[in-house]
């Protein structure tokens, strides 16, 4: 069993900044693939960014490129998201997810077992 608890949303003006934070307790934190997803009101949840276990890869959504970087701190036990350049379409609730260890990164919200709570994020024009 993994937790993960985020925080860190709220409102900010478009071309603004914001980070999130998700902690996590409950499993062998290094080893996990993480991921942040979003969800804006009427749309299906998408995929954000992901992370391997030791932090060496990455991977985002298109929409996203150049503007967000997903980060972890093993020691903390925590996965970041530092949203840059943020875009009225980037309102949306984010979440947190845990994938597991010795897997690959994924982008399907099927391929993630463990989700947070969620945080949202708000965009102004």
């Known amino acids: 069993q993994v937790q993960l608890v985020e925080s860190g949303g709220g409102l900010v003006q478009a071309g603004g900044s914001l980070r999130l934070s998700c902690a996590a307790s409950g499993r062998t934190f290094s080893y996990i693939v993480m991921g942040w997803f979003r969800q804006a009101p009427g749309k299906e949840q998408e995929f954000v960014a992901a992370?391997?276990?030791?932090?060496?890869?990455?991977y985002y959504e298109d929409s996203v490129k150049g503007r967000f970087t997903i980060s972890r701190d093993n020691a903390k036990s925590t996965v970041y998201l530092q949203m840059n350049s943020l875009k009225p379409e980037d309102t949306a609730v984010y979440y947190c997810a845990a994938r597991g260890s010795g897997v690959s990164l994924a982008t399907g919200t099927g391929n993630y077992p463990y989700w947070g709570q969620g945080t949202q994020v708000t965009v102004s024009s």
């Open positions: 992370i391997t276990g030791n932090g060496g890869s990455t």
